[in-house]
């Protein structure tokens, strides 16, 4: 795959009352290291804040490292709970994520990956949640 890329994220989370959706597009960068698929892209978000966004992809597993106006390392793993900190600027969050199923799909142009998690903030359940994240060349 080519240098610049365009990372889609499509994010379902379904809460006990209601769902909520969100979509980020995004122009970023695209590396191969160790057999480790890099993809860095940043997102604007309320306010004029930026977040640099780093995804980390095999075949087993996906991370994500936020920086900036807040601050988080999540990862999926199938089958596993992994834990962390939410950092933002109203506070700290312990966050669990038990990943239900992970289903990357690499090709020669293009990524895409299916996730399905449940999401735990201070061990209380929160949220179902579904992610799509499409990675694809930039066209000349």
Request: with cysteine; aromatic share 10%; charged share 20%.
């Amino acid at each position: 795959m080519k240098a610049d890329i365009r990372v889609i994220v499509k994010g379902v989370q379904q809460y006990a009352d209601y769902i909520d959706e969100i979509v980020t597009n995004a122009i970023g960068k695209y590396s191969i290291v160790n057999g480790l698929h890099i993809v860095e892209y940043r997102e604007l978000c309320k306010g004029g804040h930026i977040i640099e966004n780093k995804l980390v992809i095999s075949n087993k597993s996906v991370c994500l490292y936020r920086s900036g106006s807040l601050f988080s390392e999540m990862s999926f793993i199938e089958g596993e709970c992994t834990e962390s900190d939410y950092i933002n600027t109203d506070g700290e969050l312990n966050v669990k994520i038990k990943t239900l199923s992970y289903h990357p799909t690499i090709g020669d142009n293009n990524i895409h990956i299916e996730l399905n998690y449940d999401l735990f903030i201070n061990n209380q359940f929160l949220s179902n949640n579904f992610l799509t994240i499409f990675i694809n060349e930039m066209a000349l």
